[in-house]
């Protein structure tokens, strides 16, 4: 009896012992292992395994060995390198309802580049876009995270279909109070018509809301009095350079007195840059912490609209008749601009390139963006991200510097550090796997083994058939 006992008691124990190492036992998604993590904060490699768990990544193990889990899907990354997923930080989703299918279409292409966030600067097609953007957060869909603007506000008579225009501090509100009811995530504000004074209120009454704001400046304001405004990026380099010119008041005079135009502006702006008051414009946007999207790729690529054969771009054919169809009105301006107007635009991209280095050198924060999209002749949208690093590091600018200013500092501008951004515990499994190491070449960006995005994989047959 007494042996009976003894038994049945080891065999409890046993039994204990078993359960208590099942319940160790932890079951993961997705393991990447033994791959190189780039970290993006100060460029280190280090060898590491990632476990992902309902589509956020649940360890980050570097030194530790988890012999008590295991995972649905091991994915084998030795020799490979892995960093955050790729950011665009200036996309267009428009070109009115005729073109939704090709602008939707523009969402593979994004995922098949290893782009897994985008930011739509503005556009025409709000309410398509915020259909795909829900339905790609609940895996309805496939495609980047889209943070969008939603309509641009501008004044009277708008460039762009479907912008807000506003013409008094009641139209602002009410383009504000649109905007939050959307809800968009960041304000788009546009300079073809909008007065001075409008586009400083305008920043000023988003400030007041706690929203972020981004955009074009019109050349009736100054740089100065839209960064003290509260703008928290600016798009494109233009504006950069004016407020970087011993002459910025004087043109800017000019420009309310409708004595010049915006083309006209561009040569005495360059002239006139100064390396003292560009010292102290660039002091004053990153103490404001405001962000610089250069745009270099499609400033190159629509200055030489009139030497560059595009006809055989590989990309082409990935755009629909319909886009390609709105390429014509920057194609046709180019082929009918003056041997001047050509010469001094290819000048300005020289020179832009030599600006972008200088803001980084001064440590403002620059954002990655492609300005993909339907009317920008032959920027298309995936690849273009990954010629933006290019021409950045064309410029001077270190590889590393180039790869920050995609998935890191878009996570920092939209505040969203906590979901994006580096490879953390915690953050969103939005991941792309290269076959070899970008800090060496940037170039390496596009030599893409895996691509993750919400946990979910795609190797690159899966991306392959994204092109297709």
Excluded at 129 to 153: C, H, L, R
Excluded at 440 to 460: A, P
């Amino acid at each position: 009896m007494r042996y009976s006992l003894l038994l049945l008691g080891i065999g409890m124990v046993f039994l204990l012992l078993i359960n208590c190492e099942a319940e160790k036992r932890v079951s993961y998604d997705t393991l990447l292992k033994g791959g190189n993590i780039l970290n993006l904060e100060d460029g280190s490699v280090v060898v590491g395994d990632i476990y992902i768990s309902d589509g956020r990544i649940a360890k980050v193990a570097y030194d530790e060995i988890y012999e008590n889990s295991t995972a649905k899907n091991v994915v084998d990354a030795t020799g490979k390198f892995i960093l955050p997923g790729f950011w665009d930080n200036h996309v267009h989703f428009r070109g009115g309802d005729s073109l939704i299918e090709a602008n939707k279409r523009f969402l593979g292409l994004f995922i098949a580049n290893g782009i897994t966030t985008v930011r739509d600067a503005g556009g025409d097609l709000t309410t398509a876009v915020m259909q795909w953007k829900m339905a790609i957060e609940n895996d309805g869909m496939i495609g980047p995270t889209i943070f969008t603007s939603g309509p641009k506000i501008d004044g009277p008579g708008a460039t762009w279909a479907g912008s807000l225009e506003v013409e008094n501090q009641e139209d602002i509100n009410k383009a504000l109070d649109s905007l939050q009811a959307i809800p968009t995530d960041f304000v788009k504000i546009y300079d073809s018509k909008i007065s001075g004074e409008n586009y400083l209120n305008t920043i000023r009454a988003a400030e007041k809301r706690g929203l972020i704001t981004s955009g074009h400046m019109p050349f009736t304001a100054t740089l100065e009095s839209t960064i003290d405004a509260g703008i928290d990026a600016v798009e494109h380099l233009y504006y950069i350079m004016k407020g970087c010119s011993t002459e910025e008041a004087a043109i800017t005079q000019q420009l309310q007195d409708e004595k010049i135009g915006f083309w006209d502006a561009m040569p005495i702006l360059q002239s006139t840059y100064n390396d003292s008051v560009a010292k102290q414009t660039f002091e004053h946007l990153k103490q404001k912490n405001v962000f610089v999207v250069p745009t270099l790729h499609i400033g190159h690529t629509l200055s030489y609209l009139d030497e560059v054969d595009h006809s055989e771009d590989a990309y082409l054919k990935y755009m629909s008749p319909g886009i390609q169809k709105t390429y014509e009105g920057r194609i046709q301006r180019a082929q009918n601009a003056s041997e001047k107007a050509i010469q001094d635009r290819k000048e300005l991209d020289t020179f832009f390139k030599k600006l972008a280095l200088t803001l980084n050198q001064n440590d403002v924060s620059l954002l990655a963006g492609s300005d993909s999209g339907a009317f920008n002749s032959y920027t298309y949208p995936g690849i273009s991200l990954h010629k933006e690093m290019e021409a950045m590091v064309d410029a001077g600018i270190s590889p590393l510097d180039a790869l920050k200013a995609s998935a890191y500092n878009g996570a920092k501008f939209l505040k969203k550090e906590s979901d994006y951004g580096s490879l953390k515990t915690g953050k969103q499994a939005d991941i792309v796997i290269l076959n070899q190491n970008p800090l060496e070449n940037i170039q390496n960006t596009q030599d893409i083994f895996m691509v993750l995005k919400n946990g979910n994989s795609y190797s690159q047959e899966d991306l392959n058939k994204l092109l297709q």
